[in-house]
């Protein structure tokens, strides 16, 4: 592959006959249809919610831009609000990477350009225009290139060992409103236990513990009347849970198997997730009074497989619970992954579990700058941990040049996303279809 120079990576180069409208359409293809209009409702909010929506969308437009050559575990969605603090199995709360979906072997690139854009799209929604968003995405890269050249000269045992912990989220956070920002965030993230999923989630009916009913945003089994849509309902759970629980280590494996179905619900979660099938389930070991909620997700190809061929993962829930744990410092015990009975593929993971991210609506500026260098530190560190980090930190150099670029990009970027989104939102109709679909 022919060098790149730093400055090329502030190009955006689209590719031929691209229709935003049309890809977010072929998106909502295997989606469950009556989910497909809350999907659009919250696509329109804002250019923001939208790119959350599309990394697809991205993916396809990335792939027209130049590239290194270098890969990695790439994470395939890392926006800023895609990073954030959970529980390690020690039960430390640690901060990282927290979303896997479309994680496959990709360019590093990739991974950073979502960063970046993000971060310009985070800051002009909440009105600090560009000149903040700029130095964010700048500052960012800045921090991913110090930490990969420290870690070009680590082995690579300290690499793997490496994490950030709640306490050294605190050392770098060294201004007052950024601590008091990480202490709040980690507060509502102690408040994310399983013990509040349970509250949350369940209800007392007939005299049992079940799972409560919001439609449509959490549907019991008991309630669901279409089955012929729903993989995971009452008649497959059992043989899928199974399926779950054979893909767990052996010790894992003996925990999960102490412990029975109760319920189970279709859950809408995240921007874009909406409409894929994803349910939670009840369970609770016989004699004791402790249930455990788990969260169930389905697992589509990712949305980077067109653009750099597949992985060697064929179940698609196996190719986003082995990247996670590649590319995390460390991850859920209960990652596993099924195959539901009408083929559709699917993994697990613990609902909440000291769960959290920046509240991005009221951030200062120089909070949303301390934690763009976070989620650079932490891109770095996993793209360390599953590419060739001396290479990658000898393309990268010192950040400076890559960091203007990529600003650059970040604001382009943002500015075809702002486009795409209104272009969206004119074209869906009252009820949230877009005209024509």
């Given at each position: 592959m022919a060098p790149v120079a730093h400055t090329d990576h502030a190009d955006v180069v689209l590719p031929p006959g691209r229709d935003p409208v049309a890809a977010v359409l072929r998106d909502d293809v295997g989606r469950?249809?009556?989910?497909?209009?809350?999907?659009?409702?919250?696509?329109?909010?804002?250019?923001?919610?939208?790119?959350?929506?599309?990394?697809?969308?991205?993916?396809?437009?990335?792939?027209?831009?130049?590239?290194?050559?270098?890969?990695?575990?790439?994470?395939?969605?890392?926006?800023?609000?895609?990073?954030?603090?959970?529980?390690?199995?020690?039960?430390?709360?640690?901060?990282?990477?927290?979303?896997?979906?479309?994680?496959?072997?990709?360019?590093?690139?990739w991974d950073i350009k979502r960063l970046v854009t993000s971060l310009v799209l985070a800051a002009r929604e909440v009105q600090f225009g560009d000149e903040v968003g700029q130095r964010c995405a700048r500052e960012a890269v800045l921090e991913y290139a110090r930490?990969?050249?420290?870690?070009?000269?680590?082995?690579?045992?300290?690499?793997?060992?490496?994490?950030?912990?709640?306490?050294?989220?605190?050392?770098?956070?060294?201004?007052?409103?950024?601590?008091?920002?990480?202490?709040?965030?980690?507060?509502?993230?102690?408040?994310?236990?399983?013990?509040?999923?349970?509250?949350?989630?369940?209800?007392?009916?007939?005299?049992?513990?079940?799972?409560?009913?919001?439609?449509?945003?959490?549907?019991?089994?008991?309630?669901?009347?279409d089955n012929e849509e729903l993989d995971l309902a009452w008649e497959g759970v059992r043989a899928s849970h199974a399926d779950y629980v054979a893909s767990l280590p052996d010790e894992r494996r003996r925990l999960v198997e102490r412990y029975e179905i109760v319920d189970l619900a279709l859950k809408v979660v995240g921007v874009g997730s909406v409409g894929t099938r994803c349910f939670v389930v009840l369970l609770r070991e016989p004699g004791q009074e402790r249930p455990l909620v788990l969260q169930v997700k389905e697992a589509g190809r990712s949305v980077l497989e067109p653009y750099v061929g597949p992985g060697p993962y064929s179940h698609q829930g196996e190719r986003v619970v082995q990247g996670q744990r590649l590319a995390q410092a460390t991850s859920d015990i209960f990652l596993g992954w099924c195959t539901g009975p009408r083929g559709h593929d699917y993994y697990f993971r613990q609902a909440?579990?000291?769960?959290?991210?920046?509240?991005?609506?009221?951030?200062?500026?120089?909070?949303?700058?301390?934690?763009?260098?976070?989620?650079?530190?932490?891109?770095?560190?996993?793209?360390?941990?599953?590419?060739?980090?001396?290479?990658?930190?000898?393309?990268?150099?010192?950040?400076?040049?890559?960091?203007?670029?990529?600003?650059?990009?970040?604001?382009?970027?943002?500015?075809?996303?702002?486009?795409?989104?209104?272009?969206?939102?004119?074209?869906v109709a009252p009820g949230g279809r877009p005209q024509g679909g």
């Open positions: 469950l249809e009556h989910l497909v209009p809350e999907r659009h409702r919250r696509m329109s909010l804002s250019p923001f919610t939208f790119f959350r929506a599309t990394a697809g969308l991205m993916a396809a437009d990335l792939a027209a831009t130049p590239r290194s050559g270098l890969l990695v575990q790439a994470c395939g969605d890392a926006h800023v609000s895609n990073f954030g603090t959970f529980a390690t199995p020690e039960r430390r709360q640690v901060f990282d990477l927290n979303d896997f979906d479309e994680t496959l072997s990709g360019p590093w690139e930490l990969l050249g420290e870690l070009a000269s680590t082995d690579a045992l300290s690499v793997w060992y490496r994490r950030v912990e709640l306490e050294r989220l605190l050392d770098l956070a060294t201004e007052g409103s950024v601590r008091r920002s990480v202490v709040t965030m980690a507060r509502e993230a102690q408040r994310q236990t399983g013990e509040k999923a349970v509250r949350r989630f369940t209800e007392a009916h007939d005299g049992q513990l079940r799972l409560r009913s919001d439609p449509p945003f959490l549907v019991p089994a008991r309630e669901l009347v909440r579990d000291m769960k959290a991210s920046m509240d991005l609506s009221a951030i200062r500026p120089k909070v949303l700058r301390s934690y763009a260098r976070l989620c650079g530190n932490i891109l770095a560190l996993a793209h360390a941990r599953s590419g060739d980090r001396v290479a990658l930190s000898e393309h990268v150099g010192d950040g400076a040049d890559l960091g203007t670029a990529l600003a650059r990009f970040g604001v382009r970027y943002a500015d075809l996303v702002a486009a795409d989104h209104a272009a969206f939102v004119a074209a």
